[in-house]
């Protein structure tokens, strides 16, 4: 889902946090450099600095690929113009925040949703109509109410002589005998405790409970306090909301407002009809007293100033006030409200970003709503069927501690669960978690059935792609078209049954773990499904060759079972040979994003699938929408793969071994026709060519995309691109005098060590010679290389020169940071400083990698595996490489390996190319139960 805000105020702010922790396709505009520099700095979005009601700025942003435009600046003019001019240009939906209150009437409302502003959000109305909501219920500290007020959250303080206080909730419970109300959280001393059974409360704790409206005088009753009366109110502050909130009590309470400034009250009173207008300056508070603050049920502070606010609040609780309420506009003192003795304080921005977060949420998320002062949320879940959390009651779910199922709402009726009820598909849960847990909490919502409907979509291309096989094997007579045409029926039925089992959810949202499931078991599915061809045909009889083969194809590893002790390459059939090569073609930019390119099955914008694929740390990205995205991808990919066929037919290749050759060398996969790989051709021209080509694939698509859109000014500017390039220049200069002696020829030996860098760097994994050949410097060297990886954003796997080059520089500033240590001194890539947050992923990226190259060398060596072709079959499928040292080298082949083996490099060759964590994910306690 792509949004654009507009404003990086607070409230812009506060919705790009929020909606950042969503993953979604997040575009913040501001003229402010300065605020966007902040923003970019504490939330992963992308920032554009200009005028919002600029077209070249609207433009910038893609706005005719937007799913939402909000506009929040704090201008209400730009926001209404920018709202009208996005849906012009295509936005679907766009939202602007307003002042004016008049705009909210039906006339003027219905005439700015024609001209394309969807909602209107006033944040002096909300704040008004929460503190008429506030004051309706005078006890409450909070009051907020799910599915029409079938349920409703409240806080309340804790009174001196309730039954409650010095008991834990589990001692309590006798005065719960009916089980219809559940205390699920308090406030304590600026802390938030989610309750549990031995939660002990105190007096002044303002406890949170849940209970059907029903059941609320009894709650009220059980914390000691007694709901009065509210009749007359005092407004401090001649502000919009001040004015507002006068308007909504007046008619049913005695309504004084204080402003100090005199024309303003004329005005005010003007407006107002029965609320009395007085006009002193509050820090008089004397005549305060005289204008019946003493008698005052209510109080309100809503000036501009939150000091004035909180200052004013308290000198009203000490002439014996009732209610107060503070209005603040420094996010910070949210949490003074019970410490200070306030009873609440509000904050407009907040609130306004609550309500339009609610027009971003979807799928299984029906609500989602903030307390006061309190660091949790309150989230009203829709449960679908087939999710963990229907399978097991709700005490043997493992529910993180710091939140719980507070309530459900099932057939329109609103109820507490307990230990041993257990969820439906259909139930409303309302869950009240600690904001850091609910990650955790949203992994029992897990959608198994869009999952399953996503991977039959993938089956059913996959099955459809085999078929490109058939024509080769007419054209051969090889005798195959039988077992692909099977494989295809299997592979596209299996695929079509998932889909049409889970058809209704196919507008389900795809959520993080949605996402991460979809992903690897995708690619999981694919590499089982494709073995059906080698198998079934007998081609290679075992399933553990079938699938290492199938797998390396995929991940565009190209390591291959085959060789002198099996089947050799040129012994397969040729059009599985073709399969062979089609499956790196696949793998190369993505399976997953080639299905958002070109077809529209999965009815989702597929930010969460992208988010799981794409490598690298770079933030360079050309997606104005995700599918827009794969679409200029793939339209590079396909168009480059046809060149190069054409190109190498010219250079003396048959159509055969030219769009074979031309799939495998885009996708850096590196699997050939031949046994003796590219230098069987003999070739220098087609050995230029393919190298050529090998370095491009390397190249981040990104720069290839503005390359071909004249923009070579990008390349320039790309540190990693600069380093790729010298490394492959400097490596190949530097080797050539080693292998010289070989060759006794200049050109010759430049030729062959440029090939086998740029192939081994870019892990393509082609082969003009044996590098293990050449001595072991140049074999250390090379072996160096399987960890390299070329570009991030390319279709090469590896490391990723970005990541190595960014640490590097992080290596060595720390030494300058030793002469220095108060100094602050960022690291820079492209000019532009790389925030903490990127550093730290990428040292826990390669901690990982390390750690998982560790394990899978130790796996190998327990199967009797020689130490060095351990490390070497490690490196090389973990990079996702091809050929390693020893008898795996490029000479060689992992057909002589023991079977257990296989199964462990496939499983290391899918973790290297969906990047170690999107697999890696699935292992942990995190994505499963709680940790």
């Known amino acids: 889902m792509k949004i654009i805000i507009t404003g990086a105020g607070a409230v812009g702010y506060h919705l790009a946090k929020l909606m950042a ?43 005719d690929s937007c799913d939402l435009l909000i506009a929040v600046t704090s201008s209400e003019e730009t926001n209404l113009l920018v709202s009208i001019l996005a849906k012009k240009f295509g936005a679907k939906r766009t939202i602007a925040r307003i002042n004016d209150l008049d705009i909210l009437n039906c006339e003027l409302k219905e005439m700015y949703n024609q001209l394309g502003v969807d909602t209107l959000i006033s944040p002096v109305d909300l704040v008004s109509k929460e503190i008429k909501l506030l004051l309706s219920r005078s006890v409450f500290t909070d009051d907020l109410e799910f599915d029409g007020g079938k349920l409703t959250v409240f806080g309340i303080t804790v009174g001196e002589k309730s039954p409650l206080v010095n008991r834990t909730v589990k001692e309590s419970a006798y005065l719960n005998p009916n089980l219809d109300f559940k ?19 105190k007096t002044n704790d303002i406890l949170y409970f849940i209970a059907p409206p029903q059941c609320i005088d009894n709650v009220i009753s059980i914390c000691g306090r007694e709901c009065f009366e509210i009749k007359d109110v005092m407004i401090l502050g001649g502000s919009n909301i001040g004015i507002m909130t006068a308007q909504l009590l007046e008619k049913e309470y005695n309504v004084t407002l204080i402003e100090r400034d005199r024309s303003k009250c004329e005005k005010i009173a003007g407006k107002l009809k029965r609320t009395l207008v007085v006009n002193l300056d509050a820090r008089d508070v004397e005549s305060l007293e005289n204008e019946g603050l003493n008698d005052m049920d209510a109080f309100i502070s809503a000036t501009g100033d939150s000091e004035t606010n909180i ?36 904050n407009k921005k907040i609130i306004a970003a609550s309500n339009i977060f609610k027009y971003v949420r979807k799928g299984d998320v029906d609500a989602i709503a903030s307390l006061h002062g309190v660091d949790a949320e309150v989230i009203e879940y829709i449960v679908k069927p087939g999710t963990k959390i229907t399978k097991k009651p709700i005490k043997k779910l493992d529910f993180p501690r710091n939140a719980n199922i507070a309530g459900v709402i099932r057939n329109g009726e609103g109820f507490i669960p307990f230990g041993d009820f257990t969820l439906e598909a259909g139930d409303k849960a309302v869950v009240f978690s600690a904001t850091e847990s609910i990650s955790k909490i949203e992994r029992f919502f897990i959608n198994w059935r869009v999952v399953v409907h996503v991977v039959g979509s993938l089956l059913m291309i996959s099955g459809f792609l085999m078929a490109f096989s058939l024509p080769f094997s007419f054209y051969f007579k090889d005798g195959m078209h039988y077992y692909i045409i099977l494989s295809c029926l299997i592979t596209f039925g299996a695929g079509l049954t998932a889909r049409l089992s889970t058809r209704s959810h196919h507008n389900d949202e795809i959520k993080k773990r949605e996402g991460y499931l979809i992903v690897s078991l995708g690619w999981l599915s694919m590499a089982i499904f494709g073995t059906l061809p080698y198998y079934i045909s007998s081609q290679i009889p075992s399933i553990h060759d079938a699938f290492f083969e199938t797998m390396s194809g995929l991940t565009t590893t190209g390591a291959t079972i ?10 397969l059939a040729p059009s599985l040979l073709f399969w062979r090569s089609m499956t790196q073609w696949i793998g190369g930019m993505g399976i997953i994003v080639l299905t958002i390119a070109i077809l529209p099955l999965l009815g989702i914008g597929g930010m969460e699938l992208f988010v799981a694929e794409a490598p690298g740390p770079t933030k360079d990205k050309i997606h104005p929408r995700i599918k827009e995205t794969a679409k200029r991808l793939w339209v590079i990919y396909f168009g480059l793969t ?30 050939s026709t031949k046994d003796g790989s590219v230098g069987e051709f003999q070739s220098p021209l087609i050995e230029y060519i393919i190298t050529i080509f090998m370095f491009i694939a390397g190249t981040n698509f990104t720069l290839i995309y503005f390359g071909f859109k004249g923009k070579l000014k990008y390349f320039l500017k790309n540190d990693e691109f600069k380093w790729y390039l010298m490394a492959v220049i400097g490596l190949s200069v530097v080797l050539t005098p080693f292998v010289y002696h070989h060759y006794n020829n200049i050109e010759e030996s430049f030729r062959m060590v440029l090939f086998q860098v740029v192939s081994m760097i870019t892990t393509t994994g082609y082969a003009t010679a044996d590098f293990t050949l050449w001595g072991p410097l140049v074999t250390f060297i090379f072996f160096l ?8 954003g390319s279709t090469s796997g590896g490391i990723k020169i970005v990541r190595i080059v960014v640490l590097m520089k ?3 500033l720390e030494f300058k940071k030793r002469l220095h240590p108060n100094a602050i001194i960022p690291v820079h890539l492209n000019k532009e400083p790389v925030s903490n947050k990127i550093i730290y992923n990428l040292l826990a990226f390669i901690f990982l990698y390390l750690f998982i190259f560790t394990i899978g060398a130790i796996a190998l060596t327990a199967f009797g595996v020689k130490f060095d072709e351990a490390l070497s079959a490690v490196a090389t499928s973990l990079g996702n490489v091809g050929p390693g040292i020893g008898d795996l080298g490029p000479s060689g082949h992992f057909g002589g390996l023991p079977d257990g083996t296989k199964w462990i490099l496939a499983l290391l060759m899918l973790m290297g190319r969906l990047e170690l964590f999107t697999v890696a994910l699935l292992f942990t306690p995190y994505f499963w139960r709680r940790n």
Do not use: W
Not at 44 to 53: Q, Y
Not at 562 to 571: M, N, V
């Open 642 to 671: 046809v060149l190069e066929t054409v190109i190498l037919m010219f250079a003396g290749m048959d159509f055969y071994d030219a769009i074979n050759h031309a799939l495998t060398t885009n996708s850096t996969g590196g699997f």
């Open 311 to 346: 200052m004013s609040c308290l000198v009203a609780k000490n002439h014996g006030v009732k209610k107060t309420i503070a209005r603040v506009e420094n996010i910070d003192y949210i949490h003074l409200s019970q410490a200070i003795g306030i009873d609440t304080l509000i």
């Open 21 to 63: 922790s969503e993953s979604k396709d997040i575009y913040l505009v501001d003229e402010s450099e300065e605020r966007l520099q902040y923003v970019a700095s504490h939330i992963d979005v992308f920032t554009i600095c200009g005028d919002a009601k600029s077209m070249e700025v609207l433009m910038d942003a893609k706005v």
């Open 785 to 792: 290389l399987l960890f390299s990886g070329a570009s991030a």
């Open 183 to 201: 205390p699920i959280a308090l406030h304590r001393n600026e802390d938030t405790i989610i309750v549990n059974a031995d939660t002990l409360i």
């Open 810 to 812: 992080n290596g060595f």
């Open 562 to 571: 085959l060789g002198d002790t099996g089947h050799k390459i040129s012994e």
